[in-house]
């Protein structure tokens, strides 16, 4: 049976505490990891030719539209996000969706 006063559970307690709040941000949190996304060849066989890129950053919002034809038919669309910087805010990396044709009604 384990048995600890409570003075030296305190201390244990503490030092977890500040050893904790000592180690980097990034040691506490897990990886962030962009969902594994379609391939440009799903993307193309379902009639789509361009893609809606828009900033990583939610406060930023700055987005564009490309051509995708430039990217081989197995890479995938998260394959390219890392690789864009936004021009209006500088911060690296982006979300790549198809850019689906806007529905019409009554058609």
Same mark, same amino acid.
């Given at each position: ?10 201390? *244990? ?26 391939? *440009?060849? %799903?993307?193309? %066989?379902?009639?789509?030719?361009? =893609?809606?890129? *828009? ?9 564009? =539209? ?14 390219? %996000?890392?690789?864009? =910087?936004? !021009?209006?805010?500088? !911060?690296?990396?982006?979300? =790549? ?11």
């Amino acid at each position: 049976m384990l048995t600890t006063t409570c003075s030296s559970y305190a201390v *244990f307690r503490a030092q977890r505490i500040d050893n904790l709040l000592s180690a980097p941000r990034r040691a506490l949190m897990p990886a962030m990891k962009r969902p594994q996304k379609i391939t *440009f060849g %799903e993307m193309r %066989e379902s009639g789509v030719r361009r =893609v809606l890129i *828009f900033c990583s950053d939610y406060k930023c919002s700055h987005s564009m =539209v490309m051509d995708a034809d430039m990217w081989a038919d197995t890479l995938r669309l998260s394959d390219i %996000e890392d690789g864009f =910087v936004c !021009k209006a805010c500088g !911060k690296r990396g982006a979300d =790549v969706r198809p850019n689906f044709p806007s529905a019409r009604m009554g058609h």
